[in-house]
């Protein structure tokens, strides 16, 4: 199988049956040594990382498939560390698509003025650029749109889309007394021009409380699944 | 006659007859000592510049009134620097809100990665936070719209306005051979809650190229009306 992309946390590969394998790697995005899911350097090497990313992973993209949202899953070898995915292309060169049910991080650097932290949001969606040189800048639909990223329509069906997949989550860790304050979700068009949930949902993708207390990204799989 | 506002640029007084009285000052804002429309500090102080802002001012707002579209205008003298306006309460702590025929500026520091210096923009609309400390962020319909800052058909009707007034400004420069980059505007509620243009529109609030060169603020004055 050859090896396409070589990422922060996973490689990605082209298999002969024309999809794709994620190989999660045990390495964990952060600086000087801390693990920070918003970095865009390897700051460190964890034993487990890997697989307990994609446990959650396989988790949450059986629990959408059960509500018929697509995605690029197809299935997983936990012991292995991989994942097939059919293929898809990103938008532009790739976006992130944020949810927010609770004023924290960049929402609040930004909106402070007009926001308290911690406040609850409904289910607001925002788009960033991924580039890492200009700070993955947030952008807007009219802007998407003439920049020719997504159409008008595509960025509403991604909308939707992404406040759907939030709800599951959000729904899953509420089960066990854990609450999402913000995730962060990739998408893609498939073969037939779908438009699909890509890459992973793991602890490195969103912020989670418990009992006022931040759930460290690692141990939400144990808490979760455990 | 009662002073209600201090700002860089200009002082505000109510008037008797229930409007207000805008004041034109000689300062600009800028950055050890250089002339920076886009600056939060007033850095100098020209003499003429209060004037030439003022009557550029006149001559964009009378022109609007002959497109009827609605500002807060009532009549101005140039001698004295000052302006009468209807009163407007803004839209949360103010917005600014821009339109661009070009990118150049922060629309190309946020988006360069999809975006050349100096392409054509088809009259972009976005809004901004007037918020000094966080470095007045853009922000969206849908939270502006979530922090009740404005509704999502007052957003509308601003975007309308906004793409109507630059396509006045832009064709009036044009007229003088001159090309409208971007300019900032900034509107209120009046007394009857209908969505108004504030503030002034001068050298300071917009980019205007000539034969490929940016114009000073300060030259436009005399290159339009002189």
Partial sequence: MKLLYAGKTKNVYELEDGNYLLKFKDD???ED???????????????GA??????????FFEKLKEQNIPTHFVDADIEKQEMKVVPATVFGQGLEVICRFRAVGSFLRRYGKYAEE????DAFVE???????RQDPPIGRDALHMLGILTKEEYSILKNLTKDISHVVKDELGKKEME???IKLEFGRNA??????????SGGNM???KDGEYVQPLDLERLLLG
């Fill in 50 to 59: 890997g697989k307990a990313g994609l446990k959650l992973t396989q988790f």
């Fill in 127 to 133: 788009v960033t650029l991924k580039d890492d040189e």
């Fill in 192 to 201: 037939d021009n779908q438009i699909i949930l890509i890459d992973e949902i």
């Fill in 28 to 30: 964990v995005t952060g």
């Fill in 118 to 121: 911690g406040q609850r949001l």
């Fill in 33 to 47: 040594g801390v693990f920070d899911p918003g970095a865009n350097t390897v700051g460190l090497s964890i034993e």
């Fill in 207 to 209: 912020r989670v409380y």
């Fill in 180 to 182: 999402l304050y913000d």
